[in-house]
């Protein structure tokens, strides 16, 4: 039986003699979480440090982990590369093709040691190159995606780069600039690189209108881009095709496209060719491993293949799969539950119309285990990667032969009949840097997707108390359930199309006062995120102990495991999630003003810490939870 032959898979290397009994990975949770404990700071003022403070500093399993995170998904690739280096299923008859696909690149990417500079010139960069948004491609983003008023029809968008792609242009100009790759025009490409700087910086804090154009009107709004010769490498057919004329764009910076006409008239066409290459050498550099061994190939393959990576995980190693997704289930249900209470208790008075769009939104929600499509034949799985030619030896022809098939999977769909997304074969296809680990919610699907490494110890474990699972993925949980109901998730209906009625309870006042208290003394770096962190755990804390429980009067009984700490293990439990090194600012808060803000704004928790003031109603930020009757009496001191 397979799933016997795999039960040595090291998925639970550590704590793995401490875990195998129910009463045993609840011993495990609770000795995890003292080790992390730092009992020379103070919970009531920085709960982080007091809940985090040792995760690195001791002897426990996770003191060679970065955080949480570098452990379950170090648990995954240990799984994954004793499969990727066996011969398990080599004659596999349901996906033989995926499997050996697979098993090529993986080859490629732990045994080629080929090093690459960026003055070679293969000719398959510069086929990369036009297979992917053209020569123009370094100067805007394009993708394929679903329209804003109709989830279920492809579209092309076109915007300006983000932000975060300057770094590209950066990194460019060092290989330009360095004298060793002898660019002989070397003064005009860092003279385009500038201008593009420039133009991008001009445009950098617009508000675009997003404009719906048929592939004519592109062409008459935007005039004098080579749109014919860019889509046609970009799908792989001829520039004249008929096809072309049923494509959708969505648009926006259209002033920024229009200023980008004007300057590259002034620069050579072999000039923007040549820098489109070095551009794509960026690329590939930043999506191969920093250091190439098994556990990065598979976490390289994670982002870059992640149908394949997740087939073979789902099938072969994964073995509560049934387990887990029952006990998310439950949690998911008492949660919208518990939102359902909030929106009835209607905090923020809105009218009928607004609250029965909430309702539908929160009922329509769906919650999915792994990132696979339903589409379960073995056909579609093992014939996914068909196109692909990958080599055992070769790993930089390999990378770019996954980056071309990702650009081509994602495009296909376009040029079908009415161009309609087929929800039965619907994946994430991931970010080609970095798979996500934590849970996730898309506004255009109404759906939060669980990646299967999250299901690991020590983040989950079916096993586990209800205090464990309800305080950590809950809180999860309702921090993505949160997402739907933030002033940017809130503009997209049940079926993820954008709706007046939603731009409607963003811009009211009752809405805007509630959001402003998650500012704060300091802003945080996303408003929307604190808010979802903010009500997340508010929305955990009420579906497990009662909707509006007093900790002045409820007794906690001392659960079996742990006599020590009663309730607190709940905030304790939750701190856990961010415990770790303290990663740089990238689109949330630092994780200890994560923690320290949501806790913060839970009025159960001064009481549960015994802290001298805890902060009366007004002060605290409660978006959506409903307000206390009356104002809880002050501790005495």
């Known amino acids: 039986m397979q799933s016997a032959l795999l039960l040595g898979f090291s998925l639970a290397l550590v704590l793995v003699a401490s875990i195998e009994a129910d009463v045993d990975i609840n011993r495990a949770t609770a000795n995890q979480i003292r080790w992390n404990i730092n009992r020379t700071a103070s919970p009531c003022t920085d709960f982080w440090s007091f809940a985090c403070g040792n995760f690195v500093n001791h002897n426990s399993p996770a003191s060679k982990y970065v955080d949480n995170f570098g452990w379950v998904e170090d648990q995954f690739a240990t799984a994954l590369v004793e499969f990727m280096e066996s011969d398990l ?3 596999d008859t349901q996906a033989p093709q995926l499997i050996h696909q697979m098993r ?3 080859q490629a990417c732990t045994r080629d040691k080929k090093q690459w500079t960026p003055v070679d010139p293969p000719e398959m960069v510069q086929l990369w190159a036009r297979a992917s948004s053209g020569p123009l491609g370094i100067a ?23 932000p975060r792609f300057r770094y590209r242009m950066l990194r460019a100009l060092q290989f330009i600039e360095n004298p060793k790759n002898n660019y002989q025009n070397k003064d005009n490409l860092t003279q385009f690189i500038k201008d593009l700087k420039e133009l991008q910086d001009k445009h950098r804090f617009d508000e675009p209108t997003v404009y719906t154009w048929t592939y004519k009107e592109m062409f008459e709004q935007i005039p004098h881009l080579s749109w014919a010769e860019i889509l046609s490498e970009l799908f792989e057919v001829n520039r004249n095709s008929p096809l072309f004329k049923d494509l959708v764009f969505e648009v926006s910076n259209v002033e920024y496209f229009r200023d980008l006409v004007q300057l590259l008239k002034f620069v050579k066409y072999e000039d923007y060719r040549e820098y489109a ?28 293949l992640p149908l394949g990576i997740n087939y073979i995980y789902n099938r072969f190693v994964y073995e509560n799969r049934e387990q887990d997704t029952r006990r998310l289930q439950e949690i998911f249900t008492m949660l919208k539950a518990t939102f359902k209470k909030y929106f009835e208790a209607n905090r923020l008075e809105l009218n009928a119309e607004m609250l029965a769009y909430l309702e539908a939104k929160l009922t329509g929600m769906q919650l999915k285990v792994g990132n696979l499509p339903e589409e379960n034949s073995s056909e579609f799985y093992n014939l996914h990667y ?13 990378l770019i032969e996954a980056l071309t098939l990702r650009t081509r999977l994602q495009h296909a769909g376009l040029l079908q009949p009415q161009a309609r997304l087929d929800l039965r074969r619907y994946y994430v296809n991931d970010n080609v840097f970095k798979a996500r680990t934590s849970p996730f919610y ?8 669980v990646p299967m490494e999250f299901l690991q110890f020590p983040l989950f474990d079916h096993r586990q108390h209800p205090i464990f699972q309800e305080s950590l993925m809950g809180a999860v949980l309702g921090h993505e359930m949160s997402h739907a109901f933030e002033q940017e998730g809130l503009l997209f209906d049940s079926s993820g199309n954008e709706s007046p009625i939603g731009l409607q309870i963003v811009e009211s006042k009752s809405f805007q006062e509630a959001i402003k208290c998650a500012r704060g003394k300091k802003s945080p770096v996303s408003l929307k995120e604190c808010v979802a962190d903010i009500n997340g755990l508010q929305l955990a804390y009420d579906s ?31 701190a856990q ?24 704004n839970l009025r159960q928790f001064a009481y549960d810490f015994q802290c001298r003031q805890p902060p009366s109603p007004p002060s605290l930020c409660e978006i959506w939870r409903p307000r206390e009757e009356t104002e809880p009496a002050k501790l005495q001191p």
Do not use: W
Not at 142 to 149: G, I, L, Q
Not at 442 to 449: A, G
């Open 104 to 106: 090529t690149y993986y």
């Open 89 to 91: 299923k080599a004659n």
């Open 277 to 304: 290459r070095v551009h794509h050498l960026v690329v590939l550099e930043e999506a191969e491993p920093m250091f190439r061994n098994p556990k990065s190939c598979i976490h390289h393959m994670r982002a870059i």
């Open 544 to 574: 497990f102990f009662g909707f509006n429980s007093d900790p002045r009067t409820v007794e906690y009984l001392p659960y079996a495991f742990d006599a020590e700490f009663k309730s607190k293990l709940f905030y304790l439990s939750y």
């Open 140 to 162: 805007f983003d394009e993708r394929a995606d679903v329209a804003t008023n109709d989830s279920t029809r492809r579209v092309v968008q076109l915007t300006m780069p983000e």
């Open 386 to 398: 068909e196109s692909a030619e990958f080599k055992n030896s070769t790993f930089l022809e390999n």
């Open 442 to 449: 898309e506004n255009e699907r109404n759906t939060i997707t």
């Open 577 to 600: 999630f961010f415990c770790g090194t303290l990663p740089p600012v990238l689109g949330h808060d630092r994780d200890d003003e994560r923690v320290n803000v949501s806790v913060g």
